[in-house]
Every structure is written in C-alpha cells, then in structure tokens.
C-alpha cells in the first residue's frame, strides 16, 4: 500500500512552487493529485508543465488531477454539454501531463453546489444522462490513454455501490475507475456507529474497479437534527482498519489517500494512518 494526499495543490496552480509539493514528500508521500480551481482550458502550458517539474521534482507520482466544471446530469442539453466539454478538458490536460486518472464528478441538480442534495439526483433519468455524458467523455480519455475516475457520495447519483457498478459497467469497465470513500456512504446513526459491514460492502461490490481508496473519519455532532461531518483519520468513529486492511487486499500499489484537510492536519492524519498499518501488519511503500 501507498499514501497520497489531495489538497496540497488545490488553486489555479499560479502559487505551485517545489517547496510546496515537497511538504508532501517531506511527510512520506507517494503521490499527490492536484485540484483546479478555474477550468482546464484556463490553464497555460508553462503554468502546468510548472507543477509537473515540482512533482516530479520531489519523486511523487502524479497520481490524479480534478477540477470545476458546470453539472452533467442536467436536463438542459445546453449545460449539460458544457459540463462534458469542461470534464473532457480536464482529460485533455491529464494526458499532457501524463497524469493516468482524470476526475470526474456526478455533480447536481442543487444549483449551490456539486455535492448539495436534490431528489432529483436519484433518478433514473439522472443516471442515464450521467452514463450517456460519462460515455461522451470516455470517447477522449480512451484516445488519449487516461482513464476517468468517479468520485461518489450518497447525496450523489452515484449514491450506492451497487448504482456505482452499474454506472461503469454501462460506460466502458476497462476506462473508468472509482475513488472508494467509505466516509461518504455513512448516512445514518447505525452506520456512524458500526461502519464496518459499509466498508465490506463497498469494497466487495466496487473493489475489483477501485482506482484510489480515500481515507477520512467521521465524528457526531451535539447538534439538532443528526449531523455527521469528517474528521482527522483515527480521531472518530470510523472502522479505518478495515478501511486499511482492504485497500492492502487490493495489492502494493494501492493508493491511500488522505484529503480534505487543511494542510496543518495532514500531518497528523499520516501519522495515524502509519500506526494503525504498522499495528495491522501492512507495509508501506
């Protein structure tokens, strides 16, 4: 198993310099993907090719790259092009920087954000425009040899393991791969409080396609009505050792990765996170 990290890189990339990649190598990183804050097409060549000389500068692998683009679910045929011009973007950039997963995000009908709950999200017809705008997308990355992986959340189209397989199984299985991230799939007490058999599920039904697994905990707010929000790896409630002994099954160079934290934390997650592999057994490469 490896350690990555998201959130070191996460801007237009105009503030990237090698002392700030080399935080991560510094806390015994792998790899480190990258985030845009402004779309793909913004992005100039000596701008990227300057994150790419601070990556491999440091001797991380560049592992994925994401960034913003207008929702691929809608109704409107009109946006929901743009969406996919936007992804396929980020595909494009992916490839010239020889990154091997370009992100892509179900998104949502919640105008306030792509992660924002909407009853329509669910659908069946939401899932059939994701399919058919993920299929649009994969049309490019295939050409240019970078595979797309989905990130997922319950408040998602992608809001169960199952609709996950069924998503890529109905694109190209081959091409797309998905970020398996327990935290998001904790939607009710029960599951807060015995996350386990989650975990197992999630990895049985998706494992065989998982591209990257991400590490995050889960704590309960003292606050009306119910609300679970993330927290540092090994300081809440979730069963991160089933989480690590998973990812380990999946084999050598499989990546952990650490994200959304603010940098001053990611120390501490990794620290965490490499006690509890040294106390399970597992190597870290």
Request: contains cysteine.
């Amino acid at each position: 198993m490896r350690f990555g990290v998201l959130g070191v890189i996460w801007s237009d990339w105009t503030d990237v310099d090698y002392e700030r990649v080399a935080f991560a190598r510094e806390l015994g990183f792998g790899g480190i993907g990258a985030h845009l804050t402004v779309p793909a097409s913004t992005i100039s060549e000596a701008v990227a090719e300057n994150v790419r000389a601070c990556i491999e500068g440091n001797g991380l692998d560049f592992i994925q790259l994401w960034g913003p683009y207008p929702t691929i679910i809608s109704p409107d045929e009109e946006v929901r092009r743009a969406g996919v011009a936007g992804a396929i973007d980020i595909v494009r950039l992916a490839a010239r920087l020889g990154v091997p997963e370009a992100g892509v995000r179900p998104t949502s009908h919640n105008p306030r954000g792509d992660w924002w709950p909407h009853p329509e999200n669910h659908s069946r017809a939401s899932e059939d425009r994701l399919v058919r705008s993920l299929s649009q997308i994969l049309e490019v990355a295939v050409a240019e040899g970078v595979k797309v992986v989905l990130e997922a959340h319950a408040t998602s189209t992608l809001d169960s393991p199952a609709r996950i397989r069924r998503v890529i199984e109905r694109t190209d299985a081959g091409s797309v791969t998905i970020n398996i991230d327990p935290v998001n799939f904790v939607r009710d007490l029960p599951t807060a409080y015995d996350s386990t058999a989650m975990i197992e599920e999630y990895f049985d039904v998706c494992g065989e396609y998982c591209g990257t697994v991400q590490v995050k905990d889960v704590y309960l707010e003292d606050r009306f009505v119910v609300h679970i929000s993330e927290t540092i790896p090994g300081t809440g409630m979730l069963d991160i050792d089933t989480v690590l002994r998973r990812t380990q099954a999946l084999g050598p160079d499989m990546y952990a990765v650490v994200e959304h934290l603010p940098v001053s934390q990611i120390g501490l997650a990794v620290r965490h996170l490499r006690e509890r592999a040294a106390a399970l057994g597992i190597e870290v490469r």
